[in-house]
């Protein structure tokens, strides 16, 4: 089921604003929408978050 | 770099000006000390709990910064008994007190005579004011007779 | 996806043994079904009980609450209750099996392709959240809810944005990359820093702690406050109607109410222009001026700031002749370094330069007030604004005096009993305004209630322990992707207000065209324009209709299950509801017992496409004469109670016939 399209917009719109690539728009939402479908289990946490974080550019390197 | 400091007494006998002043802070109240000091010509040294504050002055008394660093300088001449026109002794009480750099404009002698000037003024305001004041309004009008009266008998008046 | 609720069923549990089917012959559900259940017959339980199965929250029922639904006075071993969904058609149905000889609830969830039965609660991925429970409380509620979306206190429209569009997700996610970081943290500690970080992270998990307390704490205040208030306000209400034979009084007391108002915002407008006044001590005294502009004009004379500056000198020094042109000798510079002691350098000429400029620039507009008469005016201002004041205030007090003691000992008792809310409200605000407080001023070793100061406190330590293990990097990554969550919260929950706002006013439009209300903004409860209230139909028809479009916001439908949805209402309330509710929902269930029937059941049939009538009692003696005129065909007991699906039965079902 899809998160609510406001909160996925807002979450681009966020990512965007900080100058960070948009496939750190898309690790995070798929973790959001992992949790929420209870598909995010505590041992698998942690495939989101190091995906995740493999995109996040240094804050002072970002665009 | 020395910072403002107040005395945790006079904190506590403003709680209530603080707390009822439209955004009042704790430099408000350093404020009305030091003013209230250097007009009476009280000095006193801070000795016991006393509360550490910035070191410079905040957003609504730096256009006036001046002032208070002129009446400092003003009211030790006087207390010396230096006269305005001794250019050496003027000179020397000047550089003593105020700092050519830095956040604040005084040197480490001149922040802790102006605490010395708050913490006398508190005594000031403490013996004339009693009890202490339970309202920002009713102190403001009281403060302002009190500063207005000291003034006449105090380092400013010639 | 659509839910829509098949029916449920239950046994060996405190509301009667019961059997419901909301399908019609085609298996689809019926648009409306009422269910009239006389008090006592259990809505309230059978209620919980259905919450609890969908949410798969009895399983972690304690032996207490377990035992709790069984049925008084029996001895029975077990009992079940088990709820049957429709998800798009398809079916799901979650059982909860009571073992009450060892406390226990057991949840299982049927659904084709799964295997059949299975043992735990697991809902399809897609529907998990709809079945948390607070977004359950949107659909399977009580007739307060729509109220409570009104309450500023309560949150409650702000708690319903939350649950549907999961904007609660992005703190789990939040929280998550604390964990992590600590984890990180904790694994990249070296031997040497290892005791300094252990104390650092007892340190910061003292401080989320206190954090998490004060958090709740000022929830708390703010709810108990809002509480004190309501009844502070009630017995104003109370006084006033016990009073109100006094009509001048109360009026005379409503105008000195405003007045004491008008004079609290001048005198505070008043303190506040004249406190800015103080601030430049010329205004104090002229002879601060007077005394100042003296000291100003005698380094004029005396040529202070120099010209020339210490500077001069000790670069003079340096050179190999003087300015003479003679050649520097030790003497000489010896001499010039006496001489640049004797002056002022130049960053204090400088500073000198700025106290004359600014003791220059401050002289008052020619022809203008000197700044110790703009504050001698000010004084009066104030002086003048706080006589009023007192004035208000007092007639204030005597006028409430005046009406107080006419109304008696009870009116006098009420007033003491405001006078204890008025109380509790201020030693709460207190707290709430130690929360708030921004943390700067506080005593060393002063307990810390200001959130401001510990959120600080919490930076600082994490900043700490980030140094201390060199995960520097790692923070700063994660205090962006934090940046990112809280910024979308804001964005998405702006969003989603706006879009709600505009679509409920549309819906409005129509629902309430011959009763016209909109809603102003949904700010935490709902707000409507132009008015703090609307009639009670009216209120409850915003709070129906934000509800119903909420929860089809991503094109879903969900029923809505309401106990006693108009049971306090008047009849024209009652109909207005009525009427609203068919169009809001794909599937309408609601509880009723028989003094609710009139005005509202009409009302909802009238704009249903079909509709069910059930009535269910419980067998005691008290409902034996009700055994006798039930439907042939048309209902069906066992031992604890009677289930009747027949319209003419449900009209005119009256518990209190020939009592």
């Not at chain 3, 109360?250 to 008008?262: F, H, Y």
């Not at chain 3, 109909?575 to 009409?602: W, Y």
Request: with cysteine; glycine share 8%.
């Amino acid at each position: 089921m899809a998160l609510d399209a406001a909160l996925e917009s807002a979450i681009k719109q966020a990512v965007e604003e900080q100058g960070q690539p948009q496939a750190v728009a898309q690790r995070l939402l798929a973790w959001i929408e992992a949790l929420g479908q209870g598909n995010a289990a505590p041992e698998s946490q942690d495939g989101f978050y190091s995906r995740l974080f493999a995109e996040v550019v240094n804050p002072g390197d970002a665009t | 770099m020395a910072s403002f400091r107040i005395r945790e007494d006079a904190l506590t006998w403003l709680a209530d000006v603080q707390k009822t002043l439209p955004h009042g802070s704790i430099f408000d109240m350093y404020y009305f000390c030091a003013i209230a000091g250097l007009t009476a010509g009280r000095a006193e040294e801070l000795k016991g709990p006393s509360r550490e504050m910035v070191d410079y002055f905040v957003a609504d008394y730096k256009p006036v910064a001046s002032f208070i660093l002129g009446m400092l300088v003003v009211a030790e001449l006087r207390l010396a008994r230096i006269g305005f026109d001794e250019e050496t002794a003027v000179r020397e009480m000047f550089r003593s007190l105020i700092a050519g750099s830095g956040e604040n404009g005084l040197t480490e002698e001149g922040m802790k005579r102006l605490n010395a000037y708050a913490n006398g003024g508190y005594e000031f305001l403490a013996e004339n004011y009693d009890p202490r004041p339970q309202s920002a309004e009713e102190f403001l009008r009281a403060y302002a007779t009190l500063i207005e009266e000291s003034a006449a008998h105090g380092p400013f008046a010639c | 996806m659509r839910i829509n609720i098949a029916g449920w069923s239950c046994e060996g549990l405190r509301c009667p043994d019961v059997d419901i089917d909301l399908r019609k012959a085609d298996g689809l559900p019926f648009h409306v079904a009422f269910l009239q259940m006389p008090n006592g017959t259990g809505k309230t339980t059978t209620l919980d009980l259905l919450k609890a199965a969908l949410s798969g929250e009895a399983a972690k029922w304690d032996e207490a609450m377990v035992r709790g639904v069984r049925r008084r006075g029996d001895e029975n071993e077990t009992g079940s209750f088990k709820v049957k969904l429709l998800v798009d058609g398809r079916p799901l149905t979650f059982e909860i099996d009571f073992d009450f000889e060892n406390g226990r609830a057991l949840c299982y969830t049927t659904r084709p392709g799964s295997g059949g039965v299975r043992s735990g609660w697991f809902p399809p991925p897609e529907m998990r959240r709809f079945l948390d429970i607070s977004f359950l409380n949107l659909f399977v509620f009580n007739g307060e809810l729509a109220n409570k979306l009104f309450v500023p206190e309560e949150g409650a429209a702000e708690g319903a944005i939350d649950a549907l569009c999961q904007l609660y997700l992005l703190e789990s996610v939040s929280d998550q990359l604390d964990t992590e970081w600590n984890k990180a943290a904790k694994s990249r500690a070296g031997p040497k820093t290892q005791a300094t970080l252990e104390s650092l992270q007892t340190k910061l998990g003292e401080l989320q702690a206190r954090k998490t307390k004060l958090t709740r704490s000022k929830e708390k205040a703010v709810a108990e406050q809002a509480a004190a208030q309501a009844k502070s306000d009630e017995l104003e209400e109370k006084i006033r109607e016990k009073t109100v034979g006094m009509n001048k009084d109360q009026g005379d007391l409503a105008d000195s109410r405003t007045r004491e108002a008008k004079a609290d915002g001048i005198v505070k407008e008043a303190t506040a222009s004249l406190h800015q006044a103080m601030r430049l001590p010329l205004a104090l005294s002229p002879i601060i001026g007077k005394a100042l502009d003296d000291w100003k004009d005698q380094l004029d004379d005396l040529k202070l700031p120099e010209v020339t500056s210490a500077q001069f000198f000790t670069d003079l020094q340096k050179k190999d002749e003087c300015i003479c042109g003679t050649t520097m000798t030790e003497g000489m510079r010896i001499q010039i370094g006496v001489m640049s002691k004797a002056v002022l350098s130049t960053a204090e000429n400088g500073q000198l330069n700025i106290i004359k400029g600014d003791i220059e620039k401050y002289r008052p507009e020619p022809g203008g007030l000197t700044f110790n008469e703009d504050l001698t005016q000010k004084l009066a201002d104030l002086s003048a604004a706080r006589r009023e004041q007192l004035e208000a205030q007092q007639d204030v007090r005597a006028l409430r005096r005046k009406i107080i003691e006419a109304g008696g000992d009870q009116v006098q008792e009420w007033e003491a009993q405001q006078k204890e809310s008025d109380e509790t409200c201020g030693r709460l605000q207190a707290l709430i305004d130690a929360i708030d407080d921004a943390g700067l001023n506080l005593r060393p070793g002063e307990e810390v209630y200001s959130l401001a100061k510990i959120q600080r406190d919490i930076d600082e330590a994490t900043a700490k322990i980030t140094e201390a293990t060199n995960t520097v990097e790692l923070r700063r990554k994660t205090t962006l992707i934090q940046s990112i969550l809280q910024r979308a919260e804001e964005l998405a929950r702006r969003t989603i207000k706006d879009e709600l706002l505009i679509a409920c006013n549309e819906r409005l439009k129509i629902i309430l065209a011959n009763d016209p209300i909109e809603l102003e903004a949904i700010d935490g409860h709902l707000k409507l324009a132009g008015q703090d209230r609307g009639s009670e139909a009216q209120m409850l028809s915003v709070g129906y209709t934000f509800l119903m479009t909420l929860l089809e916001r991503g094109d879903n439908r969900f029923p809505l299950l309401v106990d006693s949805p108009v049971g306090k209402m008047d009849g024209t309330v009652r109909r207005q509801v009525g009427r609203l509710i068919p169009d809001l929902c794909s599937q309408f269930v609601t509880f009723v017992i028989n003094t609710e029937r009139a005005d509202f059941v009409s009302s909802v049939e009238g704009r249903a496409t079909d509709a069910l009538y059930l009535t269910f009692f419980r067998k005691t003696d008290g409902t034996r004469r009700l055994m006798a005129n039930l439907p042939a065909g048309n209902y069906a007991e066992n031992d604890s109670g009677v289930l009747v699906s027949d319209e003419a039965y449900f009209d005119s079902f009256d518990m209190e016939d020939e009592e």
